[in-house]
């Protein structure tokens, strides 16, 4: 090698390019080389050692001293909202803004993810007007008649006839990688009601405006942690709240309890049968169908793994908040002796931490019932994927190369359109993120199918 070229700064756009002086993390689960190199041909993996790279580098090849980075496989984050347009979130709600889409991405792509599915449900392709972006951004859907009316029976605003009259057939032909997110924090009384919709009926009904946790507390004082009286609290509880809120100054109890019960209420059961759909849809293809796991749908998930035992079924966000930890526990052992994969989101929970705590990830994760690891939304305040995994290594949860596999080769191995990426071994699509080697979640540089997008932390794609 020579002197100008170990010298060289920065990475240029050639289609032969050498990593070299860097550790590596293969995502597989366990493979990770303190020192060695990685060689990049025409935006795939064409060869991976230890050590430094002692070879002459041809002349066409760049070569970069990573200085002892840590190199990764590109993180795949299997369960995203808002990151395309159309309907927003298993509510059909209406699109979110093209420059809200795009720091979405830029975030996503900036914290290290190559690959994206937008699990909203509805959408059917990326519209025109949306700018191109590096992060290679896939979708989903739950274009089924009870996800649409559970959808139309919260909100159903972002619904157009072309997403009503879609089917799964139509949105697998126009690209939809898998299925889902059946059931949602908006249709199954979860976090978007607390955050959204109660807050907006409630200010409609009275004048007063509630932050998310009261109307999270209120929701399950009436209805239960699972909606169907779980935990739920005494009626003269529920009004003590109401008066303490100023809520029953010109209003009674019984109709601030009404005007939740027709803001939570109406969609759950159509709910429950578009997981059914997608269960059915899912064991038909053999597309992966994401189902949303909380107390309410949490019994629903344990019917449907036994009744279609070929359907690929995720169990999304198995730490949900309206588990206690012992009780995720309990069902994620249970949905994985079912053969359903298991997913952990990191919501809020790793430094946002406003709503959500991290006692149940820590609970699945030490009780080695994760199998993927996922950010979902939480109301645009989802913590990093990497940033998880950085905590979960310092905690001694997980060794690392068995923490970034949760993100990464584990996810590649669920969804049969991510069988080319995931992994860095030779002949995968060549998405690469190089990071602090003490801190993972402290991101650098990012490749994408051999292509700097990222480069010294700034998106350049
Ligand atoms: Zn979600």
Redesign the pocket.
Known sequence: MTASRTARPRFGSGSHLIIDNCAIITGDGHSHFPLGYLEIKDGHISEIGSGRYEHAPPDEAILFDAQGAMTLPGVINA?A?GCMSGPLMPSGSISSRDHDIEYQKNRHLLGGTTTLLN?CGFSLSRSRAERTHPIDVRWTSAHTPASKAAALAVDGTGLLAEHLSASITTAIEQGAVGLG?GG?GQTLGGGAQDYKFIPAAILKHTGVSLDAHTAGRLKNMLFGRDLMGKDRAPWSDFVTLCEQLGLVETHDAHSIAAVMSSTVLPSVGKALKGLEELAHWSSKTGLPALL?TAAPSARAVVDLAQKYPEACLIA?HCNHPSFTPQESVQLATELKSLGVAIEACTLDTITTRWRNSADNLDALVNAGLVDILST??AGGHWDGLLEAIHRIVRLGQMAMAEAVALATGNVARLFPDFADRGQLTIGKRADVVIADSRNLGRVRHVLIGGKIVVRDGIVVG
């Open positions: 369960h909202h699990v997110e949602g949303h999304a979902d939304y």
